[in-house]
């Protein structure tokens, strides 16, 4: 199932209590995705149930608990659904040139997981290295792509860094 819910975070939206909008569902449905909104349904409105949700998601990955779903909030909800898809294809087996989970490469991989989240990137990991924007190694934060030199000069490999220097 596609769990590619949320806009609130492309489109800049900052949402709070009170707040009434399709965006606030996909927010919900993105929490309940990552085991905070535990409502048995999802609505339109931000009430306390959804900031709840959102302050317990803001204080376990250390950003301001106010509850208030601005850029960083939204950053860190999109990244940790990335973590969260991409781990869950764990054992699915290599496929030079495979794109499906019934076997990928690496750019395939990424590619599918982003794109499982709403997020289009190129298919080849040397048309990813150079469609994203370059940060430090020391910047990286969880949903990132990592790049390696391996068979060939350039990019030849790619993987979703996990957060704790792994990917």
Excluded at 102 to 112: A, H, I, L, N
Excluded at 121 to 147: E, H, T
Aim: net charge positive; glycine share 10%.
């Amino acid at each position: 199932p596609s769990i590619a819910n949320a806009d609130y975070y492309t489109e800049k939206k900052t949402l709070y209590a009170g707040v009434t909008s399709a965006e606030v569902k996909n927010l919900q449905n993105d929490l309940k995705y990552l085991g905070y909104f535990t409502h048995y349904t999802t609505t339109n409105y931000f009430g306390s149930i959804t900031k709840n949700a959102v302050v317990a998601f803001q204080r376990n990955n250390g950003l301001t608990a106010d509850g208030i779903v601005g850029p960083q909030t939204s950053r860190m909800i999109k990244a940790k659904k990335i973590v969260k898809s991409a781990k869950s294809y764990t054992g699915v087996p290599y496929a030079w040139g495979g794109a499906s989970p019934s076997g990928f490469d690496c750019s395939g991989f990424t590619s599918y997981v982003y794109r499982k989240n709403g997020i289009t990137i190129p298919r080849v990991s040397a048309d990813q290295f150079n469609y994203g924007k370059w940060v430090n190694k020391s910047n990286l934060l969880p949903g990132d792509l990592v790049f390696f030199t391996t068979y060939k000069a350039g990019p030849s490999h790619v993987g979703i860094y996990l957060g704790n220097n792994q990917f």
